[in-house]
């Protein structure tokens, strides 16, 4: 039986990952609610365990594959934060990891990955490249895959985000959050518009993307399957094929672009006021709240999902 994101499963993986991962901190900043014209508050996932929101998502599919049977080891391909993740949970679990890294990832999220333990293995950086090492290394290790966005106990895991904000902040009235391969969105989503519909779900994207020309047609306006972005967490192009109904159902006409130059922006904004060193994809929300006039949406308290910290050291936006 396929298992189905709800509500239901995401309270399940905050049991199963209970006191293993951070209840991540809600902060606010003035000056950021005087520029954005509406209360914000910042869900702070770049202090998680491995800096990023992944390490949810990868400890429950891991967590649950435990529960269900023998594993062996985990394999995945990652240009970074869910290779990170699952090599942590992994480590928590005493499992052997093994990434397959495109070979343009960024030089401190590889070192970051083998500091946990994982075994890398280089490829080409394209989606096909990064599959079929995936596949070959499973079939030759006999270890389990466990896909960035796509596989729904991940899906669950990222959820609990969504969980966590209800609960932090219950007079939310919107939450935007950056979308990639989908699996923070389509979790936050599938949670939220069942526990409380009365939320509206923000997607920003990077320019390229064409989300909602993808959700509406089903069809990709572009052969890449990577974004030229400096956001280099949701670089991939297309969302995942269990994420995509979720959105598709949910967010199609919500659906928020944003330039590389609004990105720096509002991450400068974001490291200046509140001094917290987050990645380019974590400004990706705040973003596209600077786009939209939040009174004309009727939005008064908006949630930004900040969905990771793991920043080069050489990097100055």
């Known amino acids: 039986r396929e298992m189905v994101v709800c509500a239901e499963e995401v309270g399940k ?23 954005a014209g509406c209360k ?19 400890l429950n599919a891991i ?17 970074g934060n869910h290779g990170q993740g699952l090599a942590w949970a992994a480590s928590e679990s005493n499992l052997p990891c093994c990434v397959a890294v495109p070979r343009n990832a960024p030089p401190s999220k590889i070192e970051a990955m083998k500091s946990y333990g994982a075994r890398l293995e280089l490829c080409e950086p394209t989606h096909k490249s990064r599959q079929e090492t995936c596949a070959r290394l499973a079939k030759d290790l006999g270890y389990r ?8 106990n991940v899906i669950c895991g990222q959820g609990t985000i969504g969980a966590e904000i209800i609960e932090q902040v219950p007079n939310a009235d919107a939450v935007f959050l950056a979308v990639g391969g989908g699996g923070l969105a389509s ?33 990709l306006t572009t052969e890449k399957d990577v974004l030229d972005t400096i956001a280099d967490g949701i670089r991939v192009l297309k969302v995942g094929k269990n994420c995509y109904p979720i959105l598709k159902k949910a967010c199609s006409d919500r659906i928020i672009t944003v330039t590389d130059e609004e990105i720096r922006a509002a991450l400068k904004l974001i490291w200046t006021r509140t001094k917290q060193r987050v990645e380019p994809s974590a400004a ?9 006039s939040p009174s004309e949406l009727g939005i008064k308290n908006v949630v930004l999902i900040l969905c990771g910290g793991n920043v080069d050291l050489d990097f100055i936006p």
């Open 63 to 79: 967590q649950k594959m435990k529960d269900e049977g023998t594993v062996k080891g985990v394999v995945t391909h990652s240009s």
């Open 13 to 35: 993986a905050a049991q199963r990952f209970a006191g293993r991962i951070h209840q991540t901190p809600v902060i606010t900043c003035q000056s950021i609610d005087k520029i």
């Open 187 to 219: 979790g936050v989503t599938a949670y939220i518009t069942e526990v409380r519909p009365d939320i509206k779900v923000f997607l920003v994207e990077p320019v390229g993307k064409d989300l909602a020309a993808y959700l509406k047609n089903g069809k």
């Open 40 to 58: 914000v508050y910042m869900k702070c996932e770049h202090l998680q365990k491995t800096g990023s929101f992944k390490a949810r998502g990868a």
């Open 145 to 152: 895959v466990v896909e960035p966005f796509d596989d729904p």
């Open 284 to 292: 990706v929300p705040l973003a596209g709240l600077l786009k939209v």
